[in-house]
């Protein structure tokens, strides 16, 4: 895989491994800029704007919780999407990117991939842990996952704490696998309207929904002890500063079996790139731990 002569590899280090792209290059090109039409790669929900779409060639296929006829009739019943159908593609794996192992064993094709591709949707995962465990037995040996991810800074996130590994680890530990009513209330009560969406462009701010009615509906849920249908959310809020120290740790504690190699910070979101390298060799480990433990290091996690 030929990296472009700006690619940053990721180190060891407190200090936050972000590369601004060239200015000629589009939001596709910086994505894809790993990937290749002759790749053999996965797409996670891409809806109606695919990255690495079949009709511009790639050999991507799509996996979606929904089939292909039930998202354009998701369209159809979406003003906003009304007009985008024509870009929904055929979905090739239907399952949840949480159950991605599971999909992709049943067709025999672990181990096969040469990328995984996800563009706003890790935020949405209850159990992230379980899908980067997932990305690594669906990879081949050095196969890449690249995800876009919305940098809390300039979202409706803007008022929220930042996600820790604390929380990760319990997602992972205690299975989950939708919100709990907790981030459903956070995600409700702190959404934000008027953010600003660029560091160039700045908002103003403020709370988009009502605090007493957003209290109320976890009050029901609690009490009812409601696990109900699915209800979508941001589960985790990064900035790619805290997402760099998160992922550190979940590979310190040989939680995953990637290595974050790149990083690119474009206003409202990031791109981070991973590499399915196997578990860190404890030398790797060593330098992760001498690094998280410095002054330097904490100022920079907090």
């Given at each position: 895989m030929n990296e472009s002569p700006d690619s940053a590899e990721f180190q060891p280090s407190p200090a936050p491994a972000l590369a601004n792209p060239a200015p000629p290059m589009t939001r596709d090109q910086t994505v894809?800029?790993?990937?290749?039409?002759?790749?053999?790669?996965?797409?996670?929900?891409?809806?109606?704007?695919?990255?690495?779409?079949?009709?511009?060639?790639?050999?991507?296929?799509?996996?979606?919780?929904?089939?292909?006829?039930?998202?354009?009739?998701?369209?159809?019943?979406?003003?906003?999407?009304?007009?985008?159908?024509?870009?929904?593609?055929?979905?090739?794996?239907?399952?949840?990117?949480?159950?991605?192992?599971?999909?992709?064993?049943?067709?025999?094709?672990?181990?096969?991939?040469?990328y995984i591709l996800s563009s706003h949707n890790f935020e949405h995962l209850p159990n992230p842990i379980r899908f980067l465990n997932a990305c690594g037995a669906v990879l081949k040996k050095d196969g890449l996952l690249t995800m876009a991810i919305p940098n809390k800074r300039f979202t409706f996130d803007y008022s929220r704490a930042l996600s820790s590994f604390a929380n990760f680890y319990r997602?992972?530990?205690?299975?989950?696998?939708?919100?709990?009513?907790?981030?459903?209330?956070?995600?409700?009560?702190?959404?934000?309207?008027?953010?600003?969406?660029?560091?160039?462009?700045?908002?103003?701010?403020?709370?988009?929904?009502?605090?007493?009615?957003?209290?109320?509906?976890?009050?029901?849920?609690?009490?009812?002890?409601?696990?109900g249908p699915y209800v979508d959310a941001h589960v985790w809020v990064f900035t790619p500063e805290?997402?760099?120290?998160?992922?550190?740790?979940?590979?310190?504690?040989?939680?995953?079996?990637?290595?974050l190699v790149h990083v690119e910070l474009v206003n409202f979101e990031f791109y981070v790139h991973f590499r399915n390298t196997g578990f860190a060799s404890a030398e790797y480990i060593s330098q992760l731990e001498e690094n998280r433990s410095s002054s330097a290091a904490l100022a920079f996690r907090s």
């Open positions: 894809l800029r790993f990937i290749t039409r002759e790749m053999r790669g996965i797409e996670v929900a891409p809806y109606h704007s695919p990255l690495a779409s079949k009709a511009q060639g790639y050999n991507c296929l799509t996996l979606d919780i929904f089939n292909f006829e039930q998202l354009r009739e998701n369209a159809r019943n979406d003003p906003n999407v009304r007009d985008k159908i024509h870009r929904i593609e055929s979905v090739d794996i239907v399952a949840s990117a949480t159950d991605l192992e599971a999909a992709v064993a049943a067709r025999g094709e672990l181990e096969s991939f040469d997602a992972f530990h205690e299975n989950h696998s939708q919100p709990d009513p907790w981030i459903s209330f956070d995600f409700g009560a702190s959404f934000a309207k008027d953010v600003p969406v660029s560091p160039g462009a700045p908002g103003i701010p403020k709370y988009a929904n009502n605090l007493t009615e957003q209290f109320n509906e976890l009050q029901r849920k609690l009490k009812e002890k409601e696990t805290s997402f760099i120290s998160i992922i550190k740790d979940c590979i310190i504690l040989k939680l995953i079996p990637l290595r």
